[in-house]
């Protein structure tokens, strides 16, 4: 993966660090070890990263109440009845639901959670984690009320009474009351996760989002040697952050980096939360909203461009992405090679793309949300705004480089998941036959760009990562079958990972 796209038979690895690439026998007769591994002519390729993933949502995730492929809001009552028998919780936390999956593009109200569970707080998070259905006993611990009101978030209200639908910021007020679990069983949660993202050959993440205790937990479990993955951390933008961030700058430990701040820039458009320029098609009037004020934002980019932080910002609709670029714009005639990030770039005036290479712009794009939002993703924004509507290609052309991710726990952690739909545009069912908008696909080699070199590009990492050469980190995977795409999807797994040139999963050690 590295500018000539060369391929080679053999490395040596001495130290954890690969110190010559070439052809077999080369490698053979200059170098001697005890230890010589046969790949049996399989693909061997950089470790893979994952340019936006949750590593802290999705161990919450498996540790709440799973409502993941609910087809109904009755198997959704359902799984909450079933999870509290077993769970018998003084506070019900789930995630998951998708109102899409049940046939209609309806919001949910908390008139069933109210029957079953009267006085028991439930508290049930949306796919995207930018809604909550919420019961009357939640509201009521958080004191929420028709009066209630709340920056950069709906309280949805129906007769003048809260529906416990709760979208944005609006969620951040229940926040404080829900409790967290146990350490030891959120360590058994970080080890699944680890290890299903070895399986796949994800040797690192760029954390979308942290808070300045997590910075504690990721260490801990680093210096134990349990956290083998490469982490690239973004600092929610608080006051403990901004403090850690002033005092420490660019921050290494081990394979923890931090070097940048996330900022909320608007929701989800599955929830109606992503900030348009024009109103929804099908909520005539509404047109979403911003989460982070413009002068926040502007408050955070200057302290970025201060200290030498990225500034990575969560932007879905297009009216965001245009204020974003504008507010990147600023920056880029001062610093040629900021890499400030716009995170999903999910919605952009066509007219605006160009500029993410005119500002020097870093897309960060996750292709499997093109192909889960393919149900409802038109008849949210018509037909003429769907022409910069999940644009990878577009982007690519315009930038040079995508960072590719999931968005998991979102989307799955498979990689060859979001392969498919990048280069095919179909989800792993092959729909729909011919491709969601697939003049916008990008080719394989782009997307595994995506996830290897260009990934390490958009965190600083690219003499280090992202490429098999002399010099860097020996980080790789060897898979099970070739890496190829088809009109077909067809399953991959890593046969072997390593990470500095040590192995952390084997296939056939199982």
């Known amino acids: 993966m590295n500018e000539k796209n060369a391929v080679m038979d053999a490395m040596a690895v001495k130290d954890g660090k690969i110190i010559e690439v070439g052809a077999e026998q080369q490698i053979l007769n200059k170098y001697q070890s005890e230890k010589i591994i046969d790949a049996k002519g399989k693909d061997i390729y950089p470790g893979l990263t994952d340019a936006h993933g949750h590593i802290l949502s999705y161990i919450h995730q498996k540790l709440n109440l799973d409502l993941v492929g609910c087809k109904s809001y009755d198997e959704v009552i359902k799984r909450v009845e079933e999870y509290q028998i077993k769970k018998n919780r003084k506070i019900i936390i789930g995630r998951g639901w998708d109102q899409s999956l049940w046939g209609t593009n309806d919001l949910p109200t908390n008139d069933l959670l109210n029957k079953i569970l009267p006085s028991t707080p439930i508290c049930l998070y949306r796919i995207d984690g930018h809604a909550a259905l919420v019961n009357d006993a939640m509201l009521e611990l958080a004191g929420i009320s028709s009066s209630t009101k709340v920056d950069g978030g709906i309280i949805e209200l129906k007769e003048n009474k809260p529906t416990g639908l709760l979208i944005d910021n609006a969620m951040n007020l229940i926040s404080k009351y829900l409790p967290d679990y146990p350490e030891k069983e ?98 005539p009037g ?76 870093f897309p960060s794009v996750q292709p499997t949300h093109a192909v889960s939002d393919q149900r409802w993703a038109k008849t949210r924004l018509g037909e003429e705004r769907m022409k910069g509507a999940y644009a990878y290609k577009s982007l690519l052309k315009s930038y040079g480089m995508l960072a590719i991710g999931t968005d998991f726990p979102i989307e799955l952690t498979n990689p060859f998941l979001t392969i498919h739909a990048a280069v095919q545009r179909k989800d792993k069912n092959n729909f729909p036959a011919d491709g969601f908008y697939e003049n916008e696909a990008i080719n394989l080699e782009e997307c595994l760009k995506g996830m290897t070199i260009w990934a390490a590009f958009a965190s600083f990492d690219e003499n280090r990562l992202g490429s098999i050469e002399a010099g860097k980190e020996a980080t790789f995977v060897i898979f099970e079958k070739p890496i190829e795409s088809s009109k077909a999807y067809s399953e991959n797994f890593a046969w072997k990972t390593f990470i500095r040139g040590k192995n952390v999963y084997a296939s056939d050690e199982l």
């Open 186 to 283: 959120k360590l058994t949660a970080l080890e699944e996760i680890q290890n299903e993202l070895f399986q796949f050959g994800i040797t690192g993440v760029h954390e979308a989002g942290i808070e300045f205790k997590d910075i504690a937990f990721f260490k801990k479990y680093i210096e134990k040697d349990i956290l083998k993955l490469n982490l690239y951390a973004m600092l929610i933008a608080s006051e403990e952050n901004i403090k850690f961030a002033k005092k420490n700058g660019t921050f290494k430990f081990k394979n923890l980096s931090i070097r940048s701040f996330k900022v909320f820039g608007d929701g989800a458009l599955g929830s109606r939360g992503a900030f348009l320029k024009k109103h929804y098609d099908d909520h």
């Open 286 to 361: 509404h047109f979403g909203m911003l989460t982070t004020s413009p002068l926040e934002m502007q408050k955070v980019a200057k302290l970025c461009e201060d200290i030498g932080y990225q500034m990575n910002t969560h932007a879905i609709g297009d009216s965001t992405n245009s204020i974003l670029l504008k507010l990147y714009e600023a920056v880029y005639s001062k610093n040629k090679d900021h890499r400030w990030r716009i995170e999903h770039a999910q919605v952009v005036d066509p007219k605006e793309i160009a500029w993410f290479g005119k500002f020097g712009v």
